[in-house]
């Protein structure tokens, strides 16, 4: 993780996260610019969107362990879930 681009890029997708956490009935109109940016001009398959999420939950549970429950698991797979979802909203 040497590249700060890189970095500050996945400071910028985790923080995405607790904007979904804040905007739960509107998660299609909040991640709305993102889509377009990824379908439009970045061109990303949409499946990456899920595999991300799934990394972010082995990530979670690695770190966190015992802590890391069977509901928080649910809980944080229903997020990035829902997030997938919003991101991969605008592809046709």
Not at 43 to 71: C, W, Y
């Amino acid at each position: 993780m040497g590249n700060p681009k890189v970095k500050a890029h996945g400071r910028k997708v985790l923080n995405s996260f607790g904007n979904a956490i804040k905007h739960m009935d509107d998660l299609k109109g909040t991640f709305a610019d993102l889509s377009e940016l990824h379908c439009d001009k970045l061109h990303v398959d949409p499946e990456n969107f899920r595999l991300l999420g799934n990394m972010i939950l082995i990530v979670l549970a690695t770190h966190f362990s015992k802590e890391f429950t069977p509901q928080m698991q649910a809980a944080w797979q229903k997020l990035t879930n829902a997030v997938a979802s919003a991101l991969a909203h605008k592809y046709h």
